[in-house]
């Protein structure tokens, strides 16, 4: 049996078969995956793999602090934020770029709720901007974008509602989100782009909860553009105390 470990030795749990999940075999030829590990001090409460398109969700307390590791690289992780306690109050985007002056997402910047509120602060950012207006894939986008032949694909909007099943809630909870790791630059001309990407495997970012916050996440099933390099693979989610 394949023991899988980061540079420390740990070993994050899985769902499924966690030698399988990280065989880079599974993956397109030369794909390299690198479990990094936390990038915040403070005990491990929680360290999880994300499968390759698969949904993944959890509350994190407050203070406490999430790293997201792009563990093949370039691999779009749509997320989603909710008070914990009250999921009519979650993540707005046109409130995260309006109070940060800025439509990237960087160290430092606050993710808001739509009552104003902090949910979590980026503390540590080891590509050079996060995404939060590229949106969420779905099947109804890719079948009016890609053609009708993509219909039976799930995109991230699936993923979403799955997992927000899970909590009560439905379509209409399921708002504007950030995407860790996806490329969406601005051109000159004010369009957006969705590009491939500026990430790399092993490369985290971090965000700290100001509230219970509960984390939804899509790993992107993407498969028609390049947001994910055409070749979908696992995330790496670790929560870890705050000190
Ligand atoms: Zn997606």
Redesign the pocket.
């Known amino acids: 049996m394949t023991i899988v470990t980061d540079a420390a030795g740990q070993t994050p749990d899985c769902a499924q078969d966690l030698a399988i999940v990280l065989d880079p075999a599974r993956y397109a030829d030369g794909t390299v995956l690198d479990l990094a590990g936390p990038l915040a001090d403070g005990a491990v409460v929680l360290d999880v793999i994300v499968p390759a398109r698969a949904p993944w969700s959890a509350v994190v307390t407050k203070g406490d602090v999430v790293t997201i590791v792009d563990v093949g690289g370039n691999q779009?992780g749509?997320c989603l934020l909710y008070n914990a306690h009250d999921t009519g109050e979650r993540y707005s985007v046109p409130d995260t770029i309006t109070w940060d002056g800025n439509v990237y997402v960087r160290t430092g910047t606050i993710l808001r709720s739509n009552d104003g509120n902090p949910l979590a602060t980026v503390i540590a950012n080891e590509i050079d901007r996060q995404d939060t207006i590229g949106g969420?894939?779905?099947k109804e986008s890719n079948t009016l974008r890609y053609g009708y032949h993509t219909a039976s694909e799930h995109?991230?909007r699936e993923?979403f509602l799955g997992e927000a099943s899970k909590y009560g809630m439905g379509a209409r909870d399921i708002v504007s989100n950030l995407?860790w790791f996806m490329n969406v630059p601005i051109e000159a001309d004010g369009a957006l782009g969705i590009v491939d990407g500026i990430s790399a495997p092993g490369k985290r970012v971090a965000f700290r909860a100001e509230m219970d916050v509960l984390v939804l996440i899509?790993n992107?099933?993407?498969m028609n553009n390049p947001?994910?390099g055409f070749n979908p693979t696992p995330l790496r989610v670790i929560v870890t105390a705050g000190v």
């Open positions: 779009s749509d969420a894939c779905g995109g991230c993923n995407n899509s992107c099933p993407q947001c994910n």
